[in-house]
């Protein structure tokens, strides 16, 4: 079993700034990748942020040079610094964590948190 919480999501004003983390625990043998989608009623669950065990990261265009995604290993927990947040990042934001077991790659979700940026 591998359990995978997301925290850090609210409320907040145009141009200001959240901090997302996800913590990994459980029967885990080797992350490959931790990541960020977020998705909005009616929407497809979208990219926003990656991170592979080597410290590779790739972002959405959409976010570029405002969000950041970073990794404590010894706590198999990401990280989402979001700045000048603006309306359209609205969404749930779900953490993904990508598991090695043998030759597959197995994906596990969080269960979601909610941002809303707005005056």
């Known amino acids: 079993q591998v359990q995978v919480v997301e925290s850090g999501g609210g409320l907040v004003q145009p141009g200001g700034s959240l901090r997302l983390s996800c913590a990994a625990s459980?029967?885990?043998?080797?992350?490959?990748?931790m990541g960020w989608h977020r998705q909005t009623p009616g929407k497809q669950r979208e990219l926003v942020a990656v991170i592979t065990s080597s410290g590779a990261t790739n972002y959405a265009d959409s976010v570029k040079g405002r969000f950041t995604i970073s990794k404590d290993n010894a706590k198999n927990t990401v990280f989402l610094q979001m700045n000048s947040l603006k309306p359209e990042d609205t969404a749930v934001y779900y953490c993904n964590t990508d598991i090695k077991k043998g030759g597959p790659v197995f994906r596990y979700w969080g269960q979601g948190t909610q941002v809303t940026v707005s005056s």
């Open positions: 459980g029967d885990i043998f080797s992350i490959n990748a």
